[in-house]
């Protein structure tokens, strides 16, 4: 691979053996486009949302009344991404150590959106928002076209993302997309 292609990439970072339908709990990065700052500000270490931040923290709370086998734990809207767990919980697929107890034939790329998925949740989540921007005006708003996860494999790392995600506010004074910096 040459890693001085500018290119955009095309393969999937995502896991090709895990159903990202399954149960699990997930942490979630999403992106603004350009890591532009449209969701708020930090001011004195908390964050004040502007009008597309208070959207997002709206639509993100109502996850689960749209996807009955999501759940939302510690969360938070900074001025240029959302930083979340999401919980799974779908007992119709059954897991063990982190993959998928299907039949060897699945592969989730991710190409093929499956009901209730991760990339599914997301997508719809990210797709409502812009929605929302594009009919009150906010034609500029956007977001990077992919989004980080990082399954969540015991309580040791759920706690520190926990506090990772919590503590982000703090280091806002230091990111290197804080147009103050």
């Keep these: 691979m040459n890693f001085f292609n500018t290119k955009h990439r095309t393969d999937s970072t995502r896991l090709k053996e895990w159903d990202y339908s399954s149960s699990a709990y997930y942490f979630i990065t999403i992106c603004t486009k350009y890591r532009k700052v449209f969701l708020g500000r930090v001011v004195r270490e908390n964050i004040e949302l502007s009008e597309i931040g208070e959207i997002c923290n709206s639509y993100w709370s109502e996850i689960p009344k749209h996807f009955r086998n999501a759940t939302l734990n510690e969360y938070i809207i900074m001025p240029n991404h959302i930083h979340g767990i ?5 007992p119709t697929v059954e897991t063990r150590h982190g993959v998928s107890l299907q039949d060897g034939t699945f592969t989730n790329k991710f190409s ?5 998925s991760l990339s599914v949740i997301i997508n719809q989540y990210k797709s409502s928002v812009t929605r929302w921007c594009r009919n009150n005006g906010y034609n500029n708003f956007g977001w990077q076209r992919r989004f980080y996860e990082h399954i969540i494999r015991n309580e040791k790392s759920l706690n520190k993302i926990r506090e990772y995600i919590k503590y982000n506010p703090l280091k806002w004074e230091f990111d290197k997309y804080n147009p103050d910096f």
């Design 86 to 90: 999401l919980i799974i919980d779908n």
């Design 112 to 116: 093929k959106p499956i009901s209730g």
